[in-house]
């Protein structure tokens, strides 16, 4: 039975998954790759010799920097937003958003009758790249900083669009003797801020809110700040197991469903072909030997026609819905460029 990898390359890390034919989650990683997107892929697939030596494999890539590597390697490539969509819809169905953090990317999903992208522009400021810079800032790791401001007592108001401003308005608060778990605390609640009001752009953010990427998934004061900011219950703020390789899942269940549409159409392209032919044989009976038609069948007929029309509008209005993303995709894509 086939294996399926999915890849997530993001702009920071390398997202890497085995699925087995049910789902079962066999293999997961996440790594930084420090700009070498395909060195660190292809290390990680090696160290994959013993799982999947003598299987067969069906590969899939997908992030924000996965394009140009599934290019080169002559590889099928899934948009992040799809693949995501598609392991939030299989594993949390009911989702109503998706707020994911990344190295230098924020984004939020809406769902509904269309996907909806709200994503950050060129600026990595409320992102992992963000965070990394203040623990710098702070002379600490990333994961003191996180134990930092799970001690908190009071919230400084900082800027997350820029580090430059952040910087000059943290400096200060450490000058006047501000305690760093404080400030720790601050720069998490910094990045919900730029998150929530830089994205959402208006529309209230509600419902049943997944959290995805890997700052959500590894730093539990960011989690809190965006609990208690969102004023969310534990049924209503999620966080996936494994969220941080989310999309990688995401990209092989796309393609999965995808195939699944393929042998569908397959399916129904033979049985439009027998239904028209009996239908013409039907009526070419009823008009020469009306005596001979048997009634049972051409009732049949009908109701085989029926449900074959229902099928047909079903994957038209399918179709239909999956441009309409497409559109409204491209058009946050276009407008974020510009």
Same mark, same amino acid.
């Given at each position: 039975m086939a294996l399926r990898i999915?890849?997530?390359?993001?702009?920071t890390t390398v997202k890497v998954v085995v699925l087995d034919a049910q789902n079962k989650l066999l293999f997961r990683s996440y790594e930084r790759h420090y700009s070498k997107t395909r060195e660190r892929t292809c290390e990680t697939l090696r160290g994959l010799r013993g799982l999947l030596g003598g299987q067969q494999v069906q590969l899939l890539i997908t992030g924000s920097a996965g394009l140009g590597v599934a290019k080169a390697a002559g590889l099928d490539f899934v948009q992040e937003v799809y693949a995501t969509a598609a392991a939030?819809?299989?594993?949390?169905?009911?989702?109503d958003a998706v707020i994911e953090l990344g190295g230098e990317d924020a984004k939020i999903i809406f769902f509904g009758n269309t996907l909806e992208e709200r994503m950050n522009g060129s600026c990595a400021g409320g992102t992992g790249a963000f965070i990394d810079q203040m623990a710098t800032l702070l002379n600490v790791s990333v994961d003191e900083l996180d134990e930092l401001s799970l001690r908190h007592e009071k919230i400084y108001p900082i800027a997350s669009r820029c580090g430059v401003f952040a910087k000059s308005d943290i400096q200060p608060i450490l000058n006047q003797g501000g305690r760093k778990e404080d400030v720790a605390a601050s720069?998490?609640?910094a990045v919900v801020d730029q998150t929530v009001a830089g994205l959402t752009q208006g529309r209230e953010l509600k419902g049943t809110i997944v959290f995805l990427g890997g700052p959500l998934h590894f730093l539990a004061g960011l989690r809190q700040r965006f609990v208690e900011t969102l004023h969310?219950?534990?049924?209503?703020a999620i966080f996936p197991e494994d969220g941080d390789c989310f999309a990688a899942i995401g990209a092989m269940n796309s393609e999965m469903k995808s195939g699944k549409w393929v042998w569908a159409g397959i399916g129904l392209q033979l049985c439009t072909g027998y239904t028209v032919?009996? $239908? @013409?044989?039907?009526?070419?009976? $009823? @008009?020469?030997?009306?005596s001979t038609l048997n009634v049972g069948a051409a009732v049949a007929g009908l109701i085989a026609v029926l449900i074959m029309a229902?099928?047909?509008?079903?994957?038209v209005h399918r179709t239909n819905r999956?441009?309409?993303e497409d559109y409204a995709l491209a058009g946050n894509q276009a407008a974020m460029s510009r």
């Amino acid at each position: 039975m086939a294996l399926r990898i999915g890849i997530d390359i993001g702009s920071t890390t390398v997202k890497v998954v085995v699925l087995d034919a049910q789902n079962k989650l066999l293999f997961r990683s996440y790594e930084r790759h420090y700009s070498k997107t395909r060195e660190r892929t292809c290390e990680t697939l090696r160290g994959l010799r013993g799982l999947l030596g003598g299987q067969q494999v069906q590969l899939l890539i997908t992030g924000s920097a996965g394009l140009g590597v599934a290019k080169a390697a002559g590889l099928d490539f899934v948009q992040e937003v799809y693949a995501t969509a598609a392991a939030v819809r299989e594993f949390i169905p009911g989702t109503d958003a998706v707020i994911e953090l990344g190295g230098e990317d924020a984004k939020i999903i809406f769902f509904g009758n269309t996907l909806e992208e709200r994503m950050n522009g060129s600026c990595a400021g409320g992102t992992g790249a963000f965070i990394d810079q203040m623990a710098t800032l702070l002379n600490v790791s990333v994961d003191e900083l996180d134990e930092l401001s799970l001690r908190h007592e009071k919230i400084y108001p900082i800027a997350s669009r820029c580090g430059v401003f952040a910087k000059s308005d943290i400096q200060p608060i450490l000058n006047q003797g501000g305690r760093k778990e404080d400030v720790a605390a601050s720069i998490f609640q910094a990045v919900v801020d730029q998150t929530v009001a830089g994205l959402t752009q208006g529309r209230e953010l509600k419902g049943t809110i997944v959290f995805l990427g890997g700052p959500l998934h590894f730093l539990a004061g960011l989690r809190q700040r965006f609990v208690e900011t969102l004023h969310l219950d534990q049924d209503h703020a999620i966080f996936p197991e494994d969220g941080d390789c989310f999309a990688a899942i995401g990209a092989m269940n796309s393609e999965m469903k995808s195939g699944k549409w393929v042998w569908a159409g397959i399916g129904l392209q033979l049985c439009t072909g027998y239904t028209v032919a009996y $239908l @013409v044989y039907t009526i070419g009976t $009823l @008009v020469t030997a009306p005596s001979t038609l048997n009634v049972g069948a051409a009732v049949a007929g009908l109701i085989a026609v029926l449900i074959m029309a229902a099928v047909i509008v079903c994957m038209v209005h399918r179709t239909n819905r999956k441009i309409k993303e497409d559109y409204a995709l491209a058009g946050n894509q276009a407008a974020m460029s510009r």
